[in-house]
């Protein structure tokens, strides 16, 4: 239990990282929307391993296939079933660590609770398994995209390097954030990180960093108080991404010194609309969206599996042991899961487009 | 829509701020749990305002009544209704800065959801609805005592203040935290956190903070891959509650900038018991919980109300308007909010407690 | 658990039968939609207790108090709370049985559910539950009046005596059916099933029948295919109500012996809108309305508490016993249940009218 | 929207009749349980079409591929995903009937709601759709299975011929059923619904029929009153299957004219347990088991698709048209129907297993 997401616009995931396949059912799309397997395979490519040198070197083509709820170019408002195949699988390098948990992973955690688990390269607690998010986050772009909402997220802080410049919702920033492989918002900061992470690669160690994400264009009055909120929701889906260990809105932690004076948004009226002077609340207050972009910020643990040397036990034996995480792994996680925190944040905002009747049941 | 949280055992909350009533309905309770009235009021009392001069002056006696799911002193296993009735309301002080939203609260983004909006107090935006959490609470509370299961939240920050003595869960510990005004570890930063709160308050200000919870006892095997994980439903608990802009759990944030090798959790025995020697996992492996106490922080932004004249607009005429507000504010949230912070906590792992059957249906 | 009902549109119901009080959350409601204690209170008077001869003698004045969510007259859009306070209960009577289950009701079922129970007249598996039921169909009955869409159940047959008159909505067919003891459609059959009824009570026994349910004005879309339908949905439901057995759509169980070229309903254009000829579908083809009236039928079984001795068992002794259950009972619970049904109808076309955007969610 | 059903043990299907794929997503099923493609073929076999001359001639080998979920021949407690490909589509005679839609068909409504719809054999409104829901009840079956649950369905009426021998649960029952085309209790029956089947093909025409399904071994205290009542819950499920427009259990809607005396079920000890000597409520009191066999009926209309030519309206001209369904299709839907129904009570009772803690999240 607990794969599915949502309550009118669902993603319904499944696939274990070594098995046949990884897929997702999506559900509640409206009908009539166009959409064609490169819309998915677009998204699928961003995440895609094997990118640069700064990613694992497992091989995935990532190919999806779309098996049904799209006839004629278009959405039938039915389920829209997706699968991609597992094709570059090596277990190989698995099977002598199967009794010592490697730490920062969720081995040890998931046979706790299944007792039978599929010990191949983390099974289901892979961060393969975002695949399938980012398939069905890029369902969720389509259609938002029809209304205007556009949401792009970026590497702010990789390894203790920060990107300070401004990010402003541009026709080219897709661009230029693709553009580089650690994908923030500027060439000059690209090189710092990407050193950053060659350098821990180097020591066979792993680095991790902070995604921020805007949305622009979501109207005023998305959100369901109290307990639905728009932030919580958004929390829920980001903290449910591997390797996300906090999560924060507009002005965040930062809030924990600020005077309210200074932290309140100030209202404003531009073009006949209400704005706020500042945007330290977000663009949602009160757990509804206001009008104004969407701010947040993840932070992303650094990579679990690293080449040195660690601690473990057995747990056949319950003793001590050492584990060497052999595989092929990414020495930073930020730059692929830049999409899957798109994927997550497209994936509530049309599951609250379609609740608050922002978003219609046909197009 | 909205109001009602949890799978299993759920929360559904009714009330606005200067209505009749204010309460809840608690479903999924198991049946044979000893139960009263005073394990209600206890924690209300915690929450409740007016308890000292960092607080509200607003007197709520806050008294719960029991309407059902009760008998004999014991839980049913049917649906407890708690109605808490609403004494102190005084709407007349927002009656004339109806048409002028007030920066930092809700108004204008939920009349521009509802159209039709309970003007007084903020109606259901107000945290006065956060009795009803604290109320449910109380009774997961109540649940997870039986389990051995405990959750001590805490004021970490206030205005910059910062408590560093280390959380150990004694059985004083609880009696140290309420027996300062700011709710934190000990007194001599109460005092520090005080000056601070005294001082924004002087100024016609506010200021925020960190609260941290940590819960012991918690076993492993709780939280549901991939979606429904431990920490992604507690992120949308904590983040549902007003004010919370943000939350990490274990060393969150500072993950950014730390290294895999020192980052992971290393796995050690204790007892025949398998723990970890670090816990920057914050109890929480995989969306699973692993056994170890389960630690997380929320930032609280400023108290909203302040009584320093701040610039809005006038709906009506939409042009730029001044406005003091007046009623009666906490200059700081964080005390009176680490009830709450507990009880969604507490919420959230009575509800996977049921899921994953290490709580049964009946006692 | 098990508690709420419905999606968008939900109901939250609790209380005991000799406990404090009943009552219920209605979330999701739209903002804006006038509503007044009148609006509840018809509905409650229609289903209260001893209103003729053919009911119970028990005296509840089932008056409602509304404690949240309506403000100035108006929804706010937020959960409408509402309690209605047990007045007329008299346990006494159970005392001496608690232990000799009742033949046809579910104290033993309950028992062993949930092990520690209210023994007072059945506790929470009374059909004094439906009086919450009523409370929050008639929220949903004044949402959908806004949209032309009415529901009326009436007695199609009590005890054997079938009702042959046609159904036409019309303005005073809710006249007619209220100004009958057993709520059917005309007085001849009436006086019939009056008849039958006082005759079964005479003898210390009970007798059960048929309710026919009827919409008007729901438009051809609502319906959630392939396991929300609307059939399905309203199925659940109707079996959620006490009593009720059985429920068939249009033509129903007749269908088994029908030809499809029989059963089939043939299309035909009046007045530019696409009808159906026949309506032996209900007005729901493939679980989605087709802007037919909605047709259905509930079986109601005879009330379980009779004057009769009956042999049960002694749950202490596990011997045979005998019992014989006094209180105050309907001998027929059909005609108090017609407004049970009607409110159930209503709560989910509500709840799908929301779902499919032909609710907005502000009036 | 509506594709998944089920709280703990869900069921997501997806796929239109002459699309690429049928399939479906299991979750929730605990880990352990021993699980093989045979068990779900065994079971997809049975609803096959192509088995007799009294089932459609279109031939669909109806093959399941596991992607997912399954590992050394166990369940991971992962989602189990499965494919069945669609081979024998031939949607050529469904185009020129695209704007007539077939009386008693879902065309009309599915258009009028979703706009853009696969007109290819009824798309997803085709009971192709029910493949899933064997699929996923097979999983449901062998889970429930390992704690003596048996659900076995059987043709009860055949277009006005009633099988009048009494449901044992045998070792061999299921083989009888299976041992004759029209899936009912004996040969004798079996041929007289066999030709009266055959009459109504050889004229062009079709027939309904009742459909009974009886399960034993449940154990008593399933079911969440009061609105997830095991009845409500079982009725939503079958409701939701094409064709089905009614449901009853136990004496079903023959209580409309019997006595309380009659109906209620006298409780006897036989061997320690509580039983009833009758079982007028089919297993279920108060909408919980109560540890009798749960016993239900559906009633299942007659096949809408017949070669009669038939009077329908053209969507385009507004006009009246006829029509003639060529396509293949079953004359009697029933026999095909008998493991559909089995599929949605295990499933029921699979969600209602775990839910109440009858059945644990690992074997």
């Not at 299944?114 to 890029?138: I, K, L, P, Q």
Request: charged share 25%; proline share 5%; aromatic share 4%.
């Amino acid at each position: 239990m607990g794969n599915t997401f949502g309550r009118l616009f669902t993603l319904t995931t499944f696939g274990e990282s070594h098995g046949a396949a990884v897929g997702c059912v999506v559900d509640g799309c409206p009908s009539g929307l166009e959409l064609s397997l490169s819309d998915i395979q677009a998204e699928l490519n961003r995440r895609r391993p094997g990118q640069s040198k700064v990613t694992t070197s497992r091989s995935e083509a990532d190919e999806a296939r779309i098996l049904s709820g799209v006839f004629e170019g278009k959405t039938l408002g039915t389920p829209i079933a997706m699968v991609i195949q597992n094709r570059d699988a090596d277990p190989s390098k698995y099977l002598r660590i199967r009794d010592t948990p490697r730490p920062g992973h969720a081995d040890l955690t998931w046979r706790m609770k299944f007792g039978h688990v599929d010990w191949r390269g983390g099974g289901r607690s892979s961060a393969r398994e975002t695949v399938s998010r980012v398939a069905g986050g890029a369902v969720a772009k389509k259609l938002l995209g029809e209304f205007d909402v556009h949401t792009v997220a970026f590497a702010r802080e990789i390894g203790g390097v920060e990107c300070d410049t401004d990010f402003v919702f541009t026709k080219s920033v897709r661009k230029v954030i693709n553009g580089n492989p650690v994908r923030t918002l500027d060439k000059k900061t690209a090189k710092l990180m990407e050193d950053v992470i060659l350098d821990v690669k180097a020591a066979g160690d792993s680095v991790g960093g902070i995604i921020e994400c805007v949305t622009v264009g979501v109207p005023a009055g998305l959100g369901e108080p109290v307990f639905d909120k728009l932030n919580a929701d958004l929390a829920k889906a980001l903290l449910s991404v591997p390797a996300v260990k906090g999560v924060e809105f507009g002005a965040g932690f930062n809030l924990a010194w600020m005077a309210g004076s200074e932290a309140n948004d100030e209202f404003i009226v531009r073009g006949g609309n209400v704005l706020t002077r500042s945007n330290n609340s977000g663009g949602i207050q009160g757990g509804i969206s206001n009008g104004m972009p969407i701010v947040l910020r993840v932070v992303v643990k650094p990579t679990a599996s690293i080449a040195k040397k660690q601690r473990t036990i057995n747990l056949r034996t319950k003793k001590p042991a050492s584990i060497q995480v052999e595989g092929r792994h990414d020495p930073c996680i930020v730059p692929r899961a830049v999409p899957v925190v798109e994927a997550m944040v497209n994936l509530v905002l049309a599951d609250h487009g379609l609740i608050s009747g922002f978003i219609p049941r046909k197009l």
